[in-house]
């Protein structure tokens, strides 16, 4: 889905879903639904620890990124982006997750149990089948570092009562980094 995996070619990639700085993550999912025709889901669920903090599920109509709940938001934005990451590489979403060997096979049944709109299999095997290669994670973890440092601040972030301002300066600061 994209040719350059740094900041140019991930801002030409955004221009191409005619998106612009300070990005929305909600908008982004709205976006690359529309452009890869697959609805595209965000679900938080409580991942049994040790483990990793999210995954994307491909099934055979709809994919869903499942990210930790039991953790800070910043971290759950960080997680998603990451697994819109994966899917923006364009990495195979045939059979591999982000949770490799570390989670027990009672954990795709915890999921579906919470979840049952999504498809057996397709959780099964991005739940228990080979984690993505290194090189994909630093690509993944790449894109997800550009998203973030354009996305829209979080006022929860600001806690000094004068969020207006600070939270405009931060987001004209983040334009600037829209290069
Ligand atoms: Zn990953």
Known sequence: MIRRLDRRGLRGFLDGLGLAPPLDT???????????GRPLRLIDHPI???GPFGCWIATPTTDYVVYQRETTPAHQAHIVLHELGHIIAGHDRSGVGDLGDLVPPAESSR????????DRDSADRALTRNAYTCRQEREAESIATILTSWSVPD???????S???L?????SMRDTRWT
């Open 26 to 36: 909600g908008h982004l999912v709205e976006r690359l639904t529309e452009s890869r």
């Open 155 to 161: 006022p929860a972030a600001v806690d000094d009562g």
């Open 48 to 50: 049994q620890m040790p």
């Open 163 to 165: 969020t207006g301002v």
């Open 167 to 171: 939270g405009r300066l931060e987001a």
């Open 111 to 118: 999921l579906i149990r919470a979840h049952p709109e999504i």
